[in-house]
């Protein structure tokens, strides 16, 4: 399978830095329920369902990896890997990876520095607490850094899909950050409110996606959650046992 597209300046093809395969669930404190069906993330189409057949289209990323839902959670990812003030590109790599790029990932250290103040622009995103101020802050990324919408099929190797960037071969933070507010308009477009949020435990800086209607999520984690529910309950002891030791 070749999903590639062609780095600018880079003589050596490489991936299209638009796909994604489909991850598993990034959100184990809350279970996926119905409000999470519809919308146009559903993979539609011939080998959505990726083992009907043969063929390369139907291996599972010839559709369900161009979802938008796919797409947000390798946003998530990506400004979580790039958090920190000297993110490795060797960590940037992995995740992207994990998220189907095609091989060779040859970020450089530049490449990186870039993309991280894209992932910066893309916190505020995350940060938003309600849909009207997502909106606000995705319209202006939108406006100050994404070009016209268009559609392209990498030269026949994907299905068509959008794109925000100005071209295939745009730098890897521009990519990042269009096909980002791609998928985060989409989201937001679909289910009317913030399409993700930032982890509430304090000292962790992860952000994460959220999809439809179930009980708000606080946590990026299982493990945040449960921290934080034992730091409470603690608390609660403690005050119980000072209350009685009065
Ligand atoms: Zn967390």
Known sequence: MSFQGRYRGNPKPI??????????PDDPT??????????????????????SGGSARSAGDWSTRHSVLATARRTAALVNALAGDRPDPAGVAAVLRAHGEAEPLDLTGDDVT???????????????EHADAAAVVLNRLLREHTGPLRLTSHGGTTPWHPHLDHDDNAPWD??????????????LWDDQLP???SCASP??????ITRGSG???????????????VAAHRRSRAARSADGSR
């Open 174 to 187: 521009e990519w990042l950050l269009a096909s980002s507010c791609m998928a985060l308009t989409v989201l």
């Open 114 to 128: 870039a993309m991280r103040a894209a992932a910066d622009l893309l916190r505020e995103v995350f940060a938003a």
């Open 215 to 229: 009980p708000e999520r606080r946590y990026c984690s299982r493990r945040c959650a449960t921290r934080e529910r």
């Open 15 to 24: 991936n299209t830095r638009y796909i994604g395969r489909v991850p598993s």
């Open 195 to 197: 399409p993700g949020g």
């Open 30 to 51: 809350r279970p996926a329920g119905p409000g999470a069906s519809g919308g146009p993330r559903r993979p539609a189409g011939p080998g959505a369902s990726g083992d």
């Open 203 to 208: 000292g962790c800086r992860n952000v994460f």
